[in-house]
């Protein structure tokens, strides 16, 4: 334009929510259209999440200023109060007394930062984060089975080429649309007790009773083995264990999986017959059955089945987990884990221990050790052996924790509760001190996504006045407690490289350039020259022999089962037009309208049986609290479950903080409950 010199083009960025991280165009207007040149998007695809994204940014319920009980105060008065308070509570009840609280929708610098924060700033073990709500169990089972965990160890576009795709407890039409598309080649096999939009498109629906996935794995693979159907040329030349889980499954014979799980027997022949047929084949699994006091081993299941059928480390085929937040997958390699330093290292290893203090500056034996998994971690805050004073960020435990009515007493009977946050969330309506902070298009930073790759959310817009980024409250409370830290996110991925190097998820060799340059970089890449793994499984397993490690696992019942004072399930999940808490989508007029309230779906003989008519208000109880909502009558359910969203506050006051032993995931998706009719 004549007389324009600068004009501005849409900076290409990636969607604030999912960890399908699809990458969008963004103006400085916060006018948003989708890139075709990643893809995850398929193509050019978002969902409507994604679409209304702007929206955050203009959103006018954003915080703009630093809260000291409830009232506005400047940025130094702020940090002054919670340096001084954090180092008062320090000296009176030593450093374990303060404890953090990470997010999976964090940037992989902020994800570093925190862990480095919380151990060598405030020397507390106390470090957890929400992404241990998402995916722990299937990135332990992963760990126990591969030695890594890296979510899906293939790129998204090999799912179009697969014959056969298996997804066990994921409702990826709702929760990232665009992932759909990749399933329009194979023929789909969805595991899930409703009857969901994605189950709806599937070539075969597999409904079982829920907290039973387990057992139903355990049928599918007997069925493999009965049937002669194992390859046991990929197992002799590539795994451990076989014979071990081959003996466990002799008495998980189909008839009696079809009695635990109400799956015909029909259903799960067709199954493994057409998978074992298949060419290529990929196992996923999500959260339906990672969620459980057993998801670990119910993973393992699945996995053990996608071994006995050749599937991990063959091209084209493999099992993968399709990881919810946005920064799901690098959110659990950097550090703000209980058990774990960068590089996906593990904390009480001597070398990892002593690799990451000689980054850090500080002596191997001054780092904290392993501390408290996340809900155990919120369960003792207050407690006179817990920590007294949390700093949190990225998280809404008030809405997304399990028996979250006593996540939020625990919350109410600390000393000191500081929460970053772009918006007045439920959690941070508790705090404090409130920090307002940056978001997505506001500041740059790394993301890594469902498939293991590294890419770059740019910086498109400028924040509001009075808002800085977690990089930086992160940097100002160092300071105060003696450490000078940067805040540029491009120097804390340098440090982040440095103390990756040599470790499972090595970033040592990924720079912001070759991200730019190559649209991603898939991790491990441990030096400038290495081109990245996108299959890091190929011709070996991260294993000590380089083979997948069969585990034989056991079915038992859920934590809590139906009894004649709670006698229906509840399971719980997302609907399309909301993310997570929904402290963000609640807050986005289309995103709201779409979906205003919280509903219990319920089948219509049950609804029959309590006289309940479709909008009627329905009470749900369980044994940890009670909450409503509108009844949706619907036979996508299952006549013994009813269903509820978990992004308003309510939900979790019933869920089941029953943790799995290995993974500490509690059991969100399965409890017994009473429902009725609200007078
Ligand atoms: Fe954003 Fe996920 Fe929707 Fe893609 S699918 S637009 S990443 S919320």
């Not at 909008?615 to 619907?634: F, K, L, N, P, W």
Request: aromatic share 6%; charged share 20%.
């Amino acid at each position: 334009t004549p007389g324009r010199t600068n004009v501005e083009l849409p900076v290409l960025t990636h969607c604030p929510y999912c960890a399908l991280q699809c990458g969008m165009a963004i103006t400085p207007e916060a006018a948003i259209t989708p890139r075709t040149d990643i893809p995850a998007n398929a193509g050019g695809a978002l969902c409507q999440k994604g679409w209304t994204a702007g929206e955050l940014l203009t959103n006018g319920e954003r915080l703009t200023g630093p809260l000291l009980h409830g009232r506005p105060v400047t940025w130094e008065v702020a940090l002054d109060h919670v340096a001084g308070r954090l180092s008062r509570i320090r000296a009176e009840h030593g450093p374990d007394a303060v404890a953090v609280f990470g997010g999976g929708g964090l940037t992989n610098e902020k994800a570093y930062q925190l862990g480095k924060f919380a151990r060598v700033a405030l020397g507390t073990s106390q470090i957890d984060y929400n992404g241990r709500f998402c995916m722990s169990s299937a990135a332990a089972a992963s760990t126990r089975a591969f030695g890594m965990d890296r979510g899906m160890p293939f790129p998204i576009t090999d799912l179009a080429e697969a014959d056969v795709v298996l997804l066990a407890g994921g409702n990826v039409a709702e929760t990232m649309p665009p992932f759909v598309r990749h399933l329009a080649g194979p023929r789909l096999i969805v595991v899930d007790p409703r009857r969901t939009a994605t189950a709806k498109l599937a070539w075969l629906h597999l409904q079982p009773t829920p907290g039973t996935d387990l057992a139903l794995a355990l049928g599918l693979l007997h069925l493999v083995v009965a049937e002669g159907l194992a390859d046991e040329e990929y197992i002799a030349a590539r795994t451990t264990g076989f014979d071990e889980v081959r003996t466990s499954l002799a008495s998980w014979w189909p008839e009696r999986v079809e009695r635990v799980t109400g799956v015909p027997v029909a259903r799960m022949r067709q199954a493994v017959r057409a998978m074992a047929a298949a060419g290529r084949a990929i196992v996923l699994t999500g959260r339906g059955a990672e969620q459980h006091a057993k998801g670990t081993d119910t993973v393992t299941a699945f996995i053990n089945l996608a071994l006995a059928l050749g599937l991990p480390g063959t091209p084209g085929s493999g099992y993968g987990c399709v990881t919810g937040q946005g920064n799901g997958q690098g959110g659990r390699e950097h550090g703000q884990k209980a058990d774990q330093l960068p590089g996906y290292r593990k904390i009480d290893d001597p070398a990892a221990r002593e690799h990451v203090a000689k980054v850090w500056g500080v002596h191997p034996d001054d780092l904290p050790g392993p501390g408290r998994s996340a809900y155990e971690l919120l369960d003792a805050l207050g407690t006179p052996a817990g920590p007294r004073a949390l700093l949190l960020f990225g998280s809404n435990p008030v809405v997304s924790a399990p028996r979250s009515a006593h996540v939020s007493d625990r919350l109410g009977a600390l000393d000191l509760l500081v929460v970053c946050d772009v918006v007045m969330s439920e959690t941070a309506a508790m705090a404090e001190v409130v920090f307002p902070v940056t978001q997505w298009a506001e500041e740059t930073g790394t993301m890594t996504n469902l498939e293991g790759r590294v890419l770059l959310r740019r910086k498109a817009v400028e924040p509001p006045a009075g808002v800085r980024s977690d990089l930086e409250v992160i940097r100002e409370l160092a300071a105060r407690l003696g450490h000078t830290w940067p805040s540029d996110p491009r120097v804390v991925f340098d440090e982040l490289r440095e103390a990756s190097a040599g470790g499972l998820a090595d970033y040592a060799g990924i720079t912001y350039e070759r991200i730019e340059a190559d649209k991603g970089v898939f991790w491990p890449c441990p030096s400038p020259d290495h081109p990245g793994t996108p299959r890091p499984f190929l011709d070996r397993f991260a294993t000590p022999d380089g083979r997948a490690r069969f585990t034989p696992v056991e079915h038992r019942p859920a934590a809590e089962e139906i009894d004649e004072d709670y006698p229906v399930y509840l399971t719980t999940g997302r609907v399309l037009a909301h993310y997570q808490s929904g402290a963000q989508t609640r807050r986005i007029a289309p995103l709201a309208e779409a979906v205003a309230e919280p509903f219990v779906e319920l089948h219509p003989d049950l609804a029959e049986e309590l006289r309940i008519d479709a909008g009627d208000m329905v009470r749900v109880s369980s044994r940890r609290g009670q909450t409503q909502g509108a009844a949706r009558i619907s036979d996508a359910i299952r006549r013994d479950t009813v269903f509820m969203p978990f992004h308003w506050e309510g939900a979790n006051r019933l869920t089941n903080p029953a943790l799995d032993p290995t993974s500490r995931m509690p059991e969100f998706k399965v409890c017994a409950v009473k429902v009725e009719r609200v007078a």
